[in-house]
């Protein structure tokens, strides 16, 4: 049954590999799954036929045969639970990766998330350099309790899982910020991350889609 996942037709993160998509890319493109994508525009994303797929009206949404999953989340581990390659078979160390893909998505990446909307939103009230160094700091906290955990380890968990990904994915939202330059250990492991073959197939193949918009 062939996969199919949603993406954005014009992606506002300018191909940069921000979308959600990317992740279940990624994730498919670690366990070589090929999969068909389908392109939406915001106008699409809100109307009934996506609204099926995905209540909220975002993306991805993922397909393969009867199965229709949203939330990137959930659809990684899916994809890690059903193809070799992002999960351990040890029961324990199964376990613990996907613990760290429940921290990658809540603890980690929602003060991350709270400084790019701040910026965005907030960018242009009156009390938003006041309230700019509350959201960094937040940041920061979880980015030190990150770095010494990992400390000098390759992988979170001494291999990468699936935890990794999404981790990797959470931090890559923060390069244009600098504050993971800030980390030395967490930009090296975010690095290694991006030099993995499937990562860098699946960047291209989310950038492919916004050079094509952009030219049209």
Not at 9 to 29: I, N, T
Not at 136 to 153: F, I, K, M, P, Q
Request: net charge negative; hydrophobic share 45%; no cysteine.
């Amino acid at each position: 049954m062939t996969i199919t996942l949603t993406a954005f037709e014009q992606s506002p993160d300018r191909g940069r590999g921000l979308a959600r998509d990317m992740r279940v890319r990624w994730a498919l493109e670690e366990v070589g799954q090929p999969y068909d994508v389908r392109l939406l525009s915001f106008k699409a994303m809100k109307e009934p036929a996506h609204l099926a797929l995905h209540p909220f009206g975002q993306i991805p949404t993922y397909e393969e045969g009867d199965l229709a999953l949203f939330e990137s989340g959930a659809i990684v581990l899916h994809i890690a639970e059903h193809h070799a390659g992002l999960l351990p078979d040890d029961v324990s160390a199964r376990a613990r990766a996907i613990m760290w893909m429940f921290a990658a998505l809540t603890t980690v990446e929602q003060p991350i998330v709270d400084l790019a909307i701040a910026k965005l939103v907030e960018g242009v009230e009156s009390w938003y350099e006041q309230r700019r160094p509350l959201v960094e700091e937040r940041v920061r906290t979880r980015l030190g309790e990150l770095s010494n955990r990992l400390g000098d380890a390759e992988w979170l968990d001494g291999w990468f899982s699936a935890g990794d990904l999404l981790m990797v994915s959470v931090l890559l939202r923060l390069k244009a910020s600098g504050i993971l330059d800030e980390y030395r250990n967490l930009s090296a492991y975010v690095a290694r991350g991006e030099a993995r073959p499937a990562y860098k197939r699946a960047f291209a193949a989310q950038l492919a889609v916004f050079v094509a918009a952009s030219t049209e």
